[in-house]
């Protein structure tokens, strides 16, 4: 069997990568091997759209190459989306407990939870988006706090947080697997 070639995926987050490794090179056929770089760039404000294609943009300057960035974002229905694409921030900020008080106050506790993946075949191409996205409610804190907010969002019909979750079923079911099955599928059909 022939080695796969390698795709760079942007992070230096050690649970995305993991997460992105365990869902994408399950199949045989997907042509590349994940490998990581923990790059800096910049971060713009606007919609997840915007915040990934300008990441990817950046990423494949830098590596003069073909590249995959992911942005996240859990968007509160009460708040008109918010935190959304800046949750990173309001998590650093808030913690678990202060993204539950911003919710004080709504009956609508409610949020989805957004993954977008940009991914650029050469330092020169337009990102091409795959974006998934689930559906829950936001909680007390629940499981591991080790990845993120995945403690406060309950997935709708589990019964469960992320976080209460084995990876084998949030890797099912997650808004990172189904933007990751969107790009599976197309990079495979490219070959």
């Known amino acids: 069997m022939a080695a796969r070639k390698q795709l760079t995926f942007v992070t230096g987050n050690k649970n995305k990568l993991r997460e992105v490794q365990q869902i994408l090179e399950k199949t045989p056929s997907f042509p ?13 404000q606007g919609t997840t759209q915007e915040v990934a294609i300008a990441k990817c943009r950046a990423a494949a300057k830098i590596l003069n190459g073909p590249c995959l960035t992911e942005d996240t974002a859990l968007s509160f229905h009460a708040l008109s989306g918010l935190p ?13 407990s202060g993204l539950n008080t911003l919710l004080d106050g709504f009956s609508d ?7 977008t ?11 091409i988006l795959f974006e998934g996205r689930t559906e829950g409610k936001i909680v007390q804190p629940r499981g591991p706090s080790n990845f993120g907010w995945d403690p406060i969002i309950e997935i709708d019909g589990t019964g469960k947080t992320y976080a209460e979750m084995e990876a084998e ?3 099912k079911l ?6 990751l099955e969107l790009l599976r599928e197309y990079l495979t059909k490219q070959g």
């Open 169 to 171: 079923e949030k890797n």
């Open 84 to 96: 959304g694409p800046y949750i990173k921030s309001f998590l650093s900020s808030l913690g678990h």
């Open 32 to 44: 590349f091997e994940i490998v990581n770089r923990d790059l800096d760039v910049p971060e713009i």
């Open 109 to 115: 506790r409610s949020a989805t939870a957004i993954c």
């Open 117 to 127: 993946f940009a991914y650029c075949s050469s330092a020169e191409a337009e990102p």
């Open 174 to 179: 997650s808004h990172r697997y189904k933007a």
